[in-house]
């Protein structure tokens, strides 16, 4: 019997998001100086071509692996060894050689260094599963060391921590949370005691993200010190003595996460760890601050990447995919759905991005102090706003695929499970508004956001984008009344409302910046695109 042949649906390919994607290219264009953006694009492309090519096609391969605890040896040692899958070996591998954390400490070019850096980390997470994790706590604590002043910590950690050559590099761990609470890190219980001439730990550490790590930067209470975070001291440990032996942890297990699962996530117990005070004997809450404010920045670059990738992934397949007598990227609704995705993924591209810039221009010392201010107050809102974006593309990118973006051997439920971490690691969308509320205390009036909205107004001069960028400078001057007087007026109002006025600021400045990308496109690419980008992004992306 002849049965007639089965249907069969063309899988969607991400194709190479530096060649394939003008977004990123184009923002780079106008941010770095013309030398500069020729030096850059060689890497650029074949970090491009590596993410839609051989990572892309290990990754799909790697789907049912995940890293594994071996708890013993054969022969009855504890070793607490954590395997993790090939794609993260070969993860290591590359973002060694390639620099992803390196290029920010190289600084080959200056204050721009940080975009080259940050623009090969979004090229290569979302084809690695979140091996950007380890490589951002790595690069936080390198930050975090070298604004210590701690000498022999820098000499001896920072060089494997911006290695190239992978058998001297290092990923450092970031090991904040306990079971008293990730948020409210001033309740942490682990103990340090300084006996012997050293300081050891103790304590239950919860979530300790990249356990596999050489060293880990943790925060502990030095007996005899007050409660809270000011009574909590930063420590640095390497996680193996010379013999390759455990230093002091036993690893309990990994935990069964909805999510990031090639990431080994343990549960951990400090026994006499032995570790190294970084700075002072208090104020370790403070003292780990770069790490998260860096951290908090790999977060929002990650979060536009996977929406990038998941526009990348439903347009691919639009093209492909036949229904209802032709291809879905020809049908009006469905065009209208992947404008709305692109359009978020460029709002949070073109936030995390200005962040970055930001952060290169602080940490090489150009920066005016109203720059310095913006990148304080920017950090918290652009990690909260992109990651909520993040989980709300996945899942409307998911549905463009039908019931295929439901079944787990496509790979596609993936990016969900994935994103949904955004929000929660690195401080919840809460803990970042209460922060945000932090930084304008820091910066009474907050000026810098207005400051920011109104010259990316004053950019544009096509009569649409200028009404967008009008009503986004309304915008965040609208919030920043509702707060000065809420401010006023005392009483729990300020903090109830310190999340929409957050995401309010977030989503505005992502217009006030599109608007001004579209601008420059006009002007010096006669590229339109961008324009349509922007207004969609202005009015809205829900249906
Ligand atoms: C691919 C994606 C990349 C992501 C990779 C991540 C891997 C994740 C592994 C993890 O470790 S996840 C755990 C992350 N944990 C957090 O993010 C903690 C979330 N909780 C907070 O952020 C709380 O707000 C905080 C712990 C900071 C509250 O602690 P405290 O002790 O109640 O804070 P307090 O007293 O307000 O601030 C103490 C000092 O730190 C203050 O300075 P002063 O002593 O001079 O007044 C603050 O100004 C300063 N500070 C706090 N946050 C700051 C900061 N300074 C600069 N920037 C900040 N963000």
Redesign the pocket.
């Known amino acids: 019997m002849n049965l007639p042949r089965s249907f069969r649906q063309e899988p969607p390919r991400p194709g190479n998001p530096w060649a394939d994607d003008p977004l990123l290219r184009s923002l780079l264009a106008r941010a770095l100086p013309p030398e500069t953006l020729v030096e850059v694009e060689g890497e650029l492309a074949e970090m491009g071509a590596l993410a839609g090519g051989e990572l892309y096609e290990l990754q799909l391969a790697d789907l049912p692996n995940e890293p594994r605890l071996v708890s013993w040896s054969p022969w009855g040692e504890r070793i607490d060894h954590i395997e993790v899958t090939a794609l993260w070996r070969r993860a290591e591998e590359l973002a060694a050689r390639r620099g992803v954390v390196a290029t920010a400490y190289e600084a080959r070019h200056g204050a721009f260094s940080r975009l080259h850096q940050f623009a090969l980390a979004h090229l290569f997470?979302p084809s690695t599963d979140?091996y950007?994790?380890p490589l951002?706590?790595t690069d936080g604590a390198a930050r975090t060391l070298l604004a210590s002043g701690n000498q022999r910590l820098i000499e001896r950690a920072v060089p494997h921590l911006i290695s190239r050559d992978p058998a001297a590099f290092w990923t450092s761990g970031?090991?904040?949370?306990e079971a008293t609470g990730?948020?409210?890190?001033?309740t942490t219980r682990t103990l340090a005691r300084f006996e012997d001439g050293g300081w050891r730990l103790w304590g239950h550490k919860w979530?300790t993200?990249a356990v596999a790590s050489q060293m880990a930067l943790t925060l502990a209470r030095p007996e005899g010190n007050g409660r809270?975070?000011?009574g909590l001291a930063l420590f640095y440990l390497e996680t193996r003595d010379q013999a390759g032996r455990p230093n002091g942890i036993t690893v309990h297990r990994l935990k069964d996460k909805l999510g990031t699962r090639k990431l080994p996530t343990a549960e951990l117990t400090l026994d006499g760890a032995r570790a190294e005070l970084v700075g002072a004997t208090t104020?370790g809450?403070?003292a780990i601050?770069p790490m998260?404010?860096v951290?908090?920045t790999?977060?929002a670059v990650?979060a536009s990447a996977l929406l990038c990738r998941a526009h990348a992934l439903a347009a691919d397949y639009a093209r492909r995919r036949v229904a209802f007598g032709g291809y879905l990227i020809d049908k009006a609704l469905h065009r209208n759905t992947l404008a709305g995705l692109e359009a978020e993924a460029a709002g949070a591209l073109h936030l995390a991005f200005r962040v970055v810039e930001l952060l290169g221009r602080v940490e090489v010392g150009v920066a005016s102090a109203e720059e310095t201010a913006l990148l304080?107050l920017l950090?918290?809102i652009a990690k909260l706003t992109t990651a909520k974006q993040a989980v709300a593309g996945a899942s409307e990118a998911l549905e463009c695929f039908g019931g295929a973006g439901y079944v787990e051997d496509t790979g596609l439920p993936t990016l969900l499970r994935d994103a949904q971490v955004?929000p929660i690691?690195?401080?919840t969308t809460d803990?970042l508004a209460?922060?945000t509320l932090?930084?304008i205390a820091?910066y009474p009036g907050a000026t810098p956001l207005v400051l920011e909205a109104r010259r990316r107004r004053d950019e544009v001069k096509e009569e649409t984008l200028a009404r967008a960028a009008q009503a986004a400078l309304d915008s965040v001057e609208g919030a920043l009344r509702w707060l000065e007087a809420t401010a006023k007026s005392g009483g729990d109002t300020l903090e109830a409302g310190a999340r929409r006025f957050a995401l309010t600021v977030g989503r505005a400045l992502e217009v006030s910046l599109a608007t001004s990308h579209a601008q420059w496109a006009l002007d010096h690419r006669q590229d339109p695109h961008p324009l349509a980008v922007a207004l969609r992004l202005a009015a809205g992306t829900e249906p």
């Open positions: 997470v979140f950007g994790c951002a706590m970031q090991w904040m949370t990730g948020s409210d890190v001033g979530f993200s809270g975070g000011k104020d809450v403070k601050a998260l404010n951290t908090r790999w977060n990650t304080r950090t918290p955004l690691w690195e401080g803990v209460l922060d932090r930084a820091e």
